[in-house]
């Protein structure tokens, strides 16, 4: 899996320098018959995140999250890659590959495994909405039972959760006005959570503070940011991460609600912790944009970990970084 993985990551790679070769122009290249007939029925886009290091606490080996315990061993890159079929012009079968790369063992784990294969989803991506200034775009998809053999099943995290189904929504949502720098992007995750057995989980899951009973059954994700263009590829922006979760201990009235999202004994939904994000954003091309943040979570009462202990804001900012693009 770690091959199948690197010839991707090398593949990807490789069509970009393509695209951006000076002795080929884009242009040139896109209207190539060859070129021309590989992308016809065929798409290629990716999604990179850098879960980055803490930088005001004493470990910056980890990636912090809102109770100031590590949310995985170390510092964690996600790729998010997705390969299409264009059954016609905007509808497409789609297959959403995920790898989790660990970079260093942060809590010095028996048996640490850095390269973590994530199962796929598989989907049907289409536009769902298009106006003259917006535009909401992304796949129908679930995983496969965790028990399929890799690459169409067996996830790290899958396998523990024994994950059947994950019936959701992967969408970009972005508000462009045309006479306007300013604009509005964010992310668009509603997902159901199957499994065979409600009361397992992995073990960082309960090292971050949790235990099995808090896993998903349910989460609305949306990441609203406000984007200001500097210049045509330069941005700023500042924005959050709203995540509203019925976990495996909730019962279903979406309307008892609590913030304290550590608490395996209440039967609230929980709004996960809440971080404030800002940073700077690079559109080198189509192939290639680039966001770098830093972020921390505000809100006193979500940094409170399931023994009353609550972490300081200090302990909760860190660093990241996610890139984005389009291969064809």
Sequence with gaps: MKILFLIVILAAFSLTALAQSSSVSTTTLNNSLWW????????????????????????????????????DDGLVLMNNVSFKYK????LALDFQARV?????????????????????????STTFLKTDNSKLTGALNTDLPYFMPEPVGGGYIAKRRTTILTPGLFAKYAYTPVESR????SLVQPRFYIYENRHVAENQLMRAGYAPELKNEFTFSITPSANY???????????????????????WNPLNGTSKAADPNSKAWRLQAMPIQTG?????????????????YPIS??????????????ETISAGAWISGTIF
């Design 301 to 314: 009462s979500q940094r409170i970990d399931k023994k009353g202990r609550q972490a300081s804001f200090d």
């Design 36 to 71: 021309s007939k590989f992308t016809e029925r065929l798409g290629m886009t990716y999604m990179s995140f850098f879960d980055g290091p803490g930088i005001l606490n004493n470990d910056q080996s980890i990636t912090p999250n809102a109770i100031g315990k590590p949310s």
């Design 100 to 124: 989790y790369y660990v970079m260093d063992n942060g809590n010095h784990v028996d048996n640490f495994e850095p390269f973590r294969w994530q199962s796929p989803r598989f989907g049907i």
């Design 229 to 251: 263009a500097i210049t045509d590829k330069l941005g700023g922006r500042i924005g959050t991460e709203v995540i509203y979760k019925k976990l495996i201990a909730s019962g």
């Design 87 to 90: 059954l016609k012009a905007d």
């Design 280 to 296: 700077l954003t690079y559109v080198f091309n189509k192939a290639f944009e680039l966001s770098t943040y830093i972020q921390g």
């Design 182 to 185: 300013w604009s509005v992007f």
